[in-house]
């Protein structure tokens, strides 16, 4: 994330239709790649899943921000 964070950061986009929205296994299979020291983001240009914001939320997790053109915002 050159320019953007210093923060070791692992980023999915996913380019989906708008209904066809992010869940949470998503979110865990994007912890599941990253290293200890590594944060999450996803960006979408559907929308997420209640069950992916829960996930993406967890707590005593490794965090994953979440953005969508749906919501026009972050979620951390």
């Known amino acids: 994330m050159g320019g953007i964070t210093s923060v070791k950061t692992v980023v999915q ?7 066809n929205n992010i869940n949470g296994s998503i979110i865990a299979q994007l912890r599941g790649s ?3 020291d590594q944060r ?3 960006i979408t240009t559907s929308d ?3 069950d992916g914001l829960v996930e993406a939320s967890a707590a005593n997790k490794m965090p ?3 953005l969508s053109t749906e919501r026009s915002c ?3």
Do not use: H, N, P, Q
């Open 13 to 19: 986009v996913k380019r989906y239709k708008t209904g």
């Open 34 to 36: 990253a290293e200890v």
């Open 40 to 42: 999450g983001l996803v």
């Open 48 to 50: 997420f899943t209640k």
């Open 64 to 66: 994953v921000a979440v």
């Open 74 to 76: 972050w979620i951390s």
